[in-house]
Each structure stands twice: as C-alpha cells, then as structure tokens.
C-alpha cells in the first residue's frame, strides 16, 4: 500500500519504518529540508535503539522517501497518517495547532478521497474537529483514530510486539481496511468508533501514571512500617488482574506522554464538566515524590549549601535522551537552587540537558569523573550501566559514601557489603 506520514518525531519515524518493514511504501513529512536531508542518510533526529538501523533498511530497500513536499505526498496513495506532536499547554490542554494546521493544508492539497489516521495523542472530539476543517475541500474523507501506545527506549519492538490494535472510525469498512495496514503483526485488532479510540489512548496512560503514583505512596508507607516496596510490587503482580508493569516504586513518572495526558485527560474532564478527582490526585503525588528526593538528601547531608552531589541520570528514563518532564531535571535544578555543587552524568542525554540546565551544572564524561569528591550519589534513571559500575572504585572517589537510589535500581546488601550509606525509595 501507499501511504503517508505526516511527521518524523517519535510516533512518525517509528511508523514510517515499521510500515515500510511490513512492506508499505511510505512518503514521510517533515517541513524542514535540514531534517529531510539527515533523515534521507539515515541519521535519526534522537536517540532510539534499533530505529536507525531499521531506517537505513528501509531506504536502501526504496520503501522510504522523506519529503518536503506536503501536497505531493499526500495525494501519493489513500492513507495519510497524522504524526505531529500534541505538546501541553500552561493549563493542561493538549495544544492542538500542528494537527489543525495539518488538517488546513490537507483540505487545501488533497485532490483525492482520503482515509486520514490520527496517530497523534489527541482529546476526545478533535477527529470530529479535523472532519469539519476537512469538509471545506470537496472531496469526501474518512477521519480514523488509531493510537499509538509505544514507549521511548523500546519503540521498534513495540511497533512489531504490541499488546493490540485499536482503530476507530464512524464507517466500519473504512476502521477494516486500515486495520489491514497491519495485518502483518499478530494482536488482537479492536474496531471502535472515533471518539472511544481516542479515550482508549488516554485512559491507558492515565491508568499506567495511577499505577506508578499508587505504589510510590506504598513506597513512602513501606518506610513507615519496614517494608520492602519491590517486593510489595512482585507479591502484588502475580496477580494476573494487577499484573506487575508499571509498579516500579522512585521518583515519579516523568517523559512526553504521561505528565501531559494526565493533565489533558482532568482538563478534558472539567470541560465537559466532570471533576476528576482521582487524577488530580495522581498528579500531586507524583509531583511531592520528586520533592522526596531533596527532604532524603537534607536527611543524609544535613546541609546542602556547599555540598558535592553527584547525579547518574538525566533522561526521563533509560534508553532515550529525552530529557522531557524528566524527574532528574527538576532534582538537580533545587539542588543547585540550594547551593549544592552538582556533577551530572547520562550515557545519552547531556546533549539536551545542557540546553536546559544551569551553567554552573558540572557535565562529566563517565560515573567516575561524576563521583569525585562527591558527598552524596543520587540514581535519578534507570539506566541499566549504573547496576554494573565498579562500586568500590566509585567509593573510594567519593568523599562521602552516600548513595540515594531514587529509581531502586541497585541491591542494597551489595552496595552496604562495600561500606556504602545506602538509601532507597520506599526499601
Ligand atoms: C508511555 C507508555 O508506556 C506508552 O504506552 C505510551 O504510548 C507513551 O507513554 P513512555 O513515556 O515512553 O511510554 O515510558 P514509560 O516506560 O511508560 O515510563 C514513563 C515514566 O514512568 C518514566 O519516567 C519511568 O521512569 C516511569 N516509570 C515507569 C516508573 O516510575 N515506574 C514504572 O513502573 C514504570
């Protein structure tokens, strides 16, 4: 099939090649020639393991071809996918612009019927919102909601391995002939109308952010009572209703999507008059347990003015450079706030933190370079090289040997064997 993406963020590269691995041939846009030309060698515009080797495949197999040229691309085949990004506004609200503009220059170029799919994290109404500016071009179009669920860090595997396909639309004939888009990937396939599909992707974030917000206050009461939150978690996920993902207790859900589909989903809900009161709630802890962080780390340090903290960890989580609500950010922002020296490291995320970060933030190139001198460690992602670090090497750098694992990543009887001051998140 013929196809086009609109879109080469996470959500439209990650489509554009999965669709071309199936087979598809796909035109995929991006407005800035700059971007066109690094993508058409290949190189991708952020870090996502196996996506750029998927990517070259696909251009030297020609079933990738990156283009400037809106209307062209559009009205190369039938299916034309909606990838743009849907960030926050100051109240909530998912800003809506780039998915309008799209859908203004669809009814300006498209000479055809199309079937246009909305990949993008959108509130419920906005496909009826794309139909009416779509009505203005006189050619009849399908609008069709299919939500993307892949997670940064694993999004190719997530494309080929997904738990289910969720299509909306009001013709079921049309729902059917995207669903065949990905008849390829064995999943269960749903077929639902427009405006479900587009609370399906909402609920499932907001339900995934309840979980973690619910067992980081498990967390904060295991501390109170003695008990071991990891293993309240694995005790809690055997049972199959429950099940055992998105129960890892720390700092907080940070990253593009659940921050701000929480607060899209209580703002949607006010709008229409509802009180969200369960949210509201998610959201509170999630911010208080980042604020965690810096009440355990005036715990070990007593004072933190003038103090050397180490930070392992920038990114919102391992596997990705996408420093976005990312916890770490905020952490280190109160700890230079306070007057501490602070002395950061991430494998793939500096790049973008400094954009962000404060000058006087010390960049290092390796967890040693970071622990020099250092009076407290603080984990602040879950990258998998921290588990593997020479631990007594790090000590002996260090000049207090606390360490404060905001992700509960390392094994405290390990790190304690080694002479370590070892914190953790609700252990
Ligand atoms: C999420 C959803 O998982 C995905 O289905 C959706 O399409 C987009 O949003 P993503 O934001 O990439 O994906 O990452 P995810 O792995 O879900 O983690 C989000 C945040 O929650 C990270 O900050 C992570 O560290 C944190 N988290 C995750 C926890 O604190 N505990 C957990 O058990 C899981």
């Given amino acids: 099939m013929k196809i086009t993406v609109i879109g080469t963020g996470y959500v439209g590269l990650v489509t554009t090649c999965g669709l071309a691995s199936l087979g598809h041939q796909v035109w995929a846009v991006n407005r800035t020639p700059a971007k066109v030309r690094k993508l058409e060698k290949g190189q991708i515009l952020f870090y996502e393991p196996g996506l750029g080797s998927l990517l070259k495949k696909n251009l030297k197999n020609r079933k990738i071809h990156f283009t400037t040229n809106f209307k062209e691309a559009i009205n190369k085949g039938n299916f034309v996918f909606i990838c743009v990004g849907t960030p926050p506004l100051a109240d909530g609200r998912a800003d809506l612009s780039a998915v309008k503009k799209v859908a203004k220059d669809i009814t300006r170029y498209a000479k055809k019927p199309l079937m246009i799919i909305n990949k993008s994290t959108v509130p419920v109404g906005t496909g009826r919102l794309v139909e009416k500016i779509l009505a203005k071009n006189s050619h009849k179009f399908n609008i069709v909601s299919c939500p993307e669920f892949l997670s940064e860090g694993k999004a190719v595997k997530d494309f080929f391995h997904r738990d289910r396909i969720v299509v909306g639309a009001d013709n079921k004939l049309v729902a059917q002939k995207v669903m065949n888009i990905f008849k390829k990937i064995k999943t269960v396939k749903m077929i639902t109308d427009l405006e479900t599909a587009e ?38 996920g055997l049972d199959k209703r429950i099940a055992p993902y998105s129960l890892k207790a720390g700092i907080g859900y940070g990253g593009s999507c659940f921050p701000k589909d929480v607060k899209a989903l209580k703002q949607m809900a ?146 304690e064997k080694y002479g370590f001051n070892y914190v953790a998140m609700g252990k």
Avoid at 209 to 228: H, M, P, Y
């Fill in 199 to 236: 609370l399906i992707k909402y609920s499932s974030n907001a339900f995934l952010a309840t979980k973690i917000s619910f067992i980081n206050e498990i967390a904060n009461f295991c501390e109170l009572v003695g008990a071991d939150v990891d293993e309240v978690a694995k005790g809690m």
């Fill in 270 to 415: 006010a709008g229409n008059g509802y009180e969200f009161k369960l949210l509201k709630a998610v959201i509170k802890v999630n911010n208080l347990q980042r604020r965690l962080v810096i009440k355990k780390t005036k715990e070990i340090l007593n004072n933190v003015k003038g103090k050397t903290i180490t930070v392992l960890g920038l990114a919102f989580k391992n596997d990705t450079d996408d420093i976005r609500e990312s916890a770490a950010i905020d952490i280190i922002n109160w700890l230079n706030k306070l007057g501490a020296k602070v002395k950061v490291f991430d494998p793939k995320a500096s790049k973008n933190a400094k954009k962000v970060l404060n000058s006087k933030i010390i960049f290092c190139s390796s967890p040693k370079e970071a622990a020099v001198k250092s009076q407290l460690l603080i984990i602040a992602t879950e990258w998998s090289m921290f588990k593997q670090l020479k631990w007594p090497v790090i000590k002996k750098l260090m000049k207090k040997p606390n360490i404060l694992d905001g992700k509960n990543l390392l094994d405290r009887k390990t790190l």
